[in-house]
């Protein structure tokens, strides 16, 4: 029972947060979703998951880096889908091993303090795997050798060379979850989706031992202890409760104890520290960290202060036991990685009057030396690492390593060529069908650099710098007074079609889709707010699938059928009440219901429609017929949407099988490029942007999150970027505004419009604040920007459809000097209500842009035209004169002074010099 009373010197190790000024800022870590911790650290760096490429990039930077950071921070291009997990060498703080989605594992060598620019080129890849690769982890001892987990199968690899050394297939009933190393390297634990816990001996390829682990199947975690025979995991319990268990490997078949975390959903990180027996956990989206102390004896696990942060974690990572100031007390360091910042968060063990060393809180430590060769380990071997002092006045500089040393060894040249190659390049060790394909790269010692010694040298591009903030970012979004809605509207349809945007209202009239089997249409005069009595409809006698107003026709309205057939109405002129039953047109020539119909942005009675045919149909509204003009082929699935481009010359589609096609409607009926769109398959949007450079398409990510993706025209091979929203099942309608590249978008049954402003380079997603409501709305319709009151800086205006009402949102930038026409924020818009072309012009190949028109009112002058004042004179301070001068150079600069002084009245005659005589006469008196 003595031992359970024994005072430990790190019981009061407490962490310090620092301020801002001591985070790594203005990064963005998006939402990774994998078994990794997503962030890593050595002794000189530091490698954390970043939202770029869709989660394949990471952001590498040195460890002791602050400051806000932005779009400056150099990225590795890592891989081409989700880096699922990443880690350093223990012997080489330079050396960095990724997995991810793509089935690949990389080797990476990173320069001497950090990268200064885009690293795409790694040192070494491994062979590809059959599935995604979950976890990367080095082996403690041995140089060279990685653990890999691969789906239900364990590999060590010899990153010297490249080869697959052990394979242990199938040891999991389930996919891997987490995998972790005694400290010797002899053993290596593992827990699975399987609900089992398992100790291997890899070089056995056998199980020692195994035993149930957690009861449920959600993520777990496995940490051996050091050297001990003890082993920590975490979990679920079959109740959902998140559990900490220790175990014995030596009697394996019950946890020695079992500790109970709440009920929160995120997986348990666990950390341990074998010099101090510190054990720090932290939860994946939890805000606090939990130290623990481990004992030899019951109750093994002794609880420690619990600390809250300011951010949620969205990874963590401990740092390695060389890089600490232990002047300074500090016994651990963890490097927490939230939505926006990497933030250190030292644990520090108040001392008073420290002098000198510390070495009762810092015993000696692992070094930096592997203990045996990977052939050594592979032979049976079980060395331990030779330890270092952490007292500074012994403590060696961190310095990288020679390419020599702890870095995949280089393959003897096959001929001539090769040895005039230099020694340092990697390239060689790497197998011929590495370099296929690969861009050219200006990273001393690239891949390519080797393949091709005879392509000249890429000059570097010129960088252009976007800002990184949006000036629409403090855009106000809110509800316009009462007096100019429209409410109490009856049997609004709630189950539109997900391709169907759910509500269209030009200048003129609202169409709201009313509930039934009749496919019944309301028009409703928004110029007339107020109660609504019963007003006026369309009755088209099939469900209705979709609608849309003629641009250029405010009383025409097209809708698309259930039973396939295109229904052109025109509405009467005047007051009017019932329902109309006969339309002006009909359109047969699709087999199957019509997905949407969308008129053409500059040619009159052009409208394209797709069907459940998988075909596109492009139709010319002035014949009078029903015969289709164009058709459109090259579809495999359902289509959830097509975009026109801003000139009209291309029409871009979305399909279910998560191809981008690109058509020119006048030259071919099939697409002239293709792409990989969303992963999703549960519907989507797609929408021209930034001058029709680029695409940007709503739809879902694997992980059924909401998302936004960014594709180049000229290359839909890959995505730019990815913005995450949300998770819901509604699909985001996104109405983008060519004037300011700003998008709004939201979805059936949301409360919230998410807005951000799109960029032709990176980052290309800028935030803008967004509309929020308490209740729930049906869709949102934009109006044309010439309802737009400009003397309030308002650039955008929509109606929101709820189940009762159609309420008028107003779209605000916040301004100072209002009296000012600000034509930074209003250039001159198009005139998108008058046509270009008609429809015969446009199918004879005729090309035509819309007019502009400038939103200056006639009394207002422009924002640029006044002149800049000059800016006010800077305050004098004292100080200032006297905060960069020593007292020695004060001393100085006053000597100086007088003895100045007095040179200056070396020639001037004393005083007394210049007093005249008396004549010798006037004594005599």
């Not at 099942?729 to 799109?758: C, H, M, Q, R």
Request: with cysteine; charged share 25%.
């Amino acid at each position: 029972m003595a031992y359970r009373f024994k005072t430990s010197k790190f019981k009061n190790a407490a962490p310090q947060f620092p301020k801002r000024e001591g985070w790594l800022c203005d990064i963005s870590s998006g939402s990774p979703q994998s078994c990794g911790n997503h962030i890593k650290a050595s002794n000189a760096l530091m490698a954390f998951n970043i939202d770029a490429g869709g989660g394949s990039c990471l952001g590498v930077a040195p460890l002791d880096k602050t400051g806000r950071v932005g779009t400056a921070l150099p990225k590795l291009h890592a891989h081409t889908e989700l880096v699922t997990d990443l880690d350093f060498s223990p012997f080489n703080d330079y050396l960095l091993a990724t997995c991810s989605s793509d089935k690949a594992i990389k080797i990476w060598d990173i320069p001497e303090g950090g990268e200064t620019d885009n690293l795409s080129s790694p040192l070494l890849s491994l062979p590809s795997q059959d599935r995604r690769v979950e976890n990367v982890l080095f082996h403690p001892a041995a140089d060279n050798i990685l653990a890999v987990s691969v789906g239900k199968t364990v590999k060590l690899f010899d990153v010297s060379n490249g080869s697959e050394r052990i394979a242990m297939a199938d040891i999991h009933g389930d996919q891997l979850q987490g995998i972790s190393w005694k400290m010797d390297g002899s053993l290596l634990a593992t827990t699975g989706k399987d609900k089992k816990l398992r100790i291997l001996d890899p070089r056995q390829k056998t199980t020692a031992a195994e035993t149930n682990g957690h009861g449920n199947v959600k993520d777990s975690r496995v940490c051996w202890l050091g050297n001990a025979d003890k082993i920590l995991s975490t979990g679920f319990s079959m109740s959902r409760e998140r559990q900490v268990c220790v175990w014995d490997s030596r009697n394996f078949n019950s946890a020695l104890t079992t500790s109970g975390l709440g009920n929160s959903t995120g997986v348990i990180m666990p950390f341990f520290d074998p010099d101090t027996n510190m054990v720090l956990l932290a939860g994946k989206g939890d805000s606090f960290i939990s130290y623990v102390e481990l004992t030899e004896n019951s109750p093994y696990l002794t609880q420690g202060m619990q600390s809250v942060c300011e951010y949620q974690h969205k990874g963590m990572a401990m740092v390695p036991k060389r890089a600490l100031d232990v002047m300074s007390c500090e016994v651990n360091r963890l490097l927490q990685l939230s939505q926006n910042a990497v933030i250190p968060i030292p644990y520090i063990v108040p001392r008073k009057n420290l002098r000198g060393f510390p070495d009762d809180l810092f015993p000696d430590t692992q070094s930096d030396e592997a203990a045996m060769t990977a052939e050594e380990w592979m032979d049976g071997a079980n060395n331990q690492v030779s330890t270092v002092s952490l007292d500074p006045a012994k403590k060696s500089a961190i310095k990288k390593k020679s390419s020599a040393q702890n870095s995949p060894a280089k393959k003897p040249a096959a001929d001539s060529a090769q040895k005039q190659t230099p020694a340092t390049k990697p390239s060689q060790n790497v197998s011929p069908n590495l370099l296929i394909n690969k861009p050219p790269t200006s990273q001393a010692g690239g891949d390519t650099a080797a393949a091709a010694p005879e392509a000249a040298p890429a000059k570097p591009l010129k960088k252009v710098l976007l800002p990184t903030t949006s000036k629409f970012r403090h855009m106000q979004a809110a509800l316009m007074p009462r007096t100019t809605q429209i409410y109490d509207i009856k049997n609004v349809s709630i189950s539109t079609f997900g391709e169907c945007d759910g509500f269209h209202a030009n200048r003129k009239w609202a169409a709201v889709p009313l509930g039934g089997p009749a496919g019944m249409i309301a028009i409703i005069d928004i110029n007339k707010p107020g109660k609504l009595d019963d007003p006026p409809s369309i009755e088209n006698s099939s469900p209705v699938m979709d609608f849309a107003w003629d641009p250029f026709d405010d009383d025409r309205l097209v809708v698309a059928c259930d039973d396939a057939k295109i229904k052109v109405w025109q509405i009467p002129q005047g007051e009017w009440t019932g329902a109309l039953t006969e339309p002006q047109m009909i359109l047969r020539g699709h087999m199957e219901k019509i997905y949407f119909v969308k008129f053409h942005p500059n040619a009159k009675d052009v409208l394209v429609s797709a069907s459940f045919d998988m075909t596109v149909k492009i139709w010319d509204l002035s014949t009078g017929n029903d015969d289709d003009r164009i058709t459109l082929q090259g579809h495999t699935d359902q289509i959830f949407g097509c975009a026109w481009s801003s000139d009209g010359t291309k029409l871009a589609t979305l399909c279910k099988d998560q191809k981008i096609r690109i058509y020119e409607p006048r030259n071919s009926e099939t697409p002239v490029a293709e792409g990989r769109g969303p992963e999703g398959s549960r519907g989507g949007r797609i929408v021209w942007v930034c001058d029709d450079q680029f695409i940007l398409v709503s739809g879902f990510a694997r992980q059924s999150q909401r998302c936004f993706t960014l594709h180049s025209v000229d290359n839909l091979s890959s995505c730019l970027a990815t913005k995450e929203i949300d998770a819901s099942v509604s699909i985001l309608v996104p109405y983008y505004d060519p004037d300011t590249n700003v998008v709004i978008a939201t979805g059936k049954g949301d409360t919230l419009a998410f807005a951000f402003e799109v960029v032709p380079d990176s980052p290309y997603f800028l935030d803008v604040s967004g509309f929020r409501h308490n209740l729930p709305h049906q869709s949102f319709s934009f109006l044309p920007k010439c309802v737009c009151t400009v003397k309030d800086v308002e650039f955008a205006r929509a109606l929101r459809l709820t189940k009762t009402a159609i309420e008028p949102i107003t779209f605000v930038v916040p301004r100072v000097k209002k009296e000012f026409f600000q034509d930074d924020l209003f250039p001159d818009t198009r005139i998108t209500w008058e046509s270009a072309l008609t429809s015969q012009q446009w199918f004879a190949g005729e090309n035509g842009q819309q007019k502009t028109m400038s939103l200056c009112p006639d009394n207002m002058k422009p924002l640029s035209s006044i002149p800049k004042a000059a800016p006010p004179p800077k305050k004098y301070e004292s100080k200032a004169e006297l905060s960069y001068k020593t007292d020695e150079e004060k001393k100085e600069e006053l000597l100086s002074a007088m003895v100045n002084k007095l040179a200056d009245k070396n020639d001037e005659p004393l005083p007394q010099e210049q007093f005249e005589g008396v004549d010798e006469d006037e004594w005599s008196d």
